[in-house]
Nanobody
Framework: QAQLVESGGGLVQTGGSLRLSCAAS????????TGWFRQAPGKEREFVAT????????YYADSVKGRFTISRDNAKNTVYLQMNSLKPEDTAVYYC????????????????WGQGTQVTVSS
């Protein structure tokens, strides 16, 4: 069973950058396709990005395409989300999730979740 721990959140101004990390313990993260999701106050959890086990396949929500980059370093057992050109509407709790099999944009298909890290973008 994968245990995921996110880090790297914080407060940043509009146009700034942050890099989130998702570290896996107990299991090697290359057993799983991994995704990032976010949830803003009063809103449903939404898909941000996903990456295949090898890293060869990535997929992004339209709202972050061209600004965010998902990547993984299986040797370090870590998946990253590089976030550039941040906007106030990116403010949310960001969650890392893992699933067996192929990538997916549906949060319902993910089996394992981290505790979340807060990202706040000030205007």
């Amino acid at each position: 069973q994968a245990q995921l721990v996110e880090s790297g959140g914080g407060l940043v101004q509009t146009g700034g950058s942050l890099r989130l990390s998702c570290a896996a313990s107990d299991q090697t993260i290359d057993n799983y396709a991994t995704g990032w999701f976010r949830q803003a106050p009063g809103k449903e959890r939404e898909f941000v990005a996903t990456i295949s086990r090898s890293g060869a396949v990535t997929y992004y929500a339209d709202s972050v395409k061209g600004r965010f980059t998902i990547s993984r370093d299986n040797a370090k057992n870590t998946v990253y989300l590089q976030m550039n050109s941040l906007k106030p509407e990116d403010t949310a709790v960001y969650y890392c999730a893992a699933k067996r099999g192929t990538t997916s944009a549906s949060f319902a298909t993910y089996n394992y979740w981290g505790q979340g890290t807060q990202v706040t973008v000030s205007s």
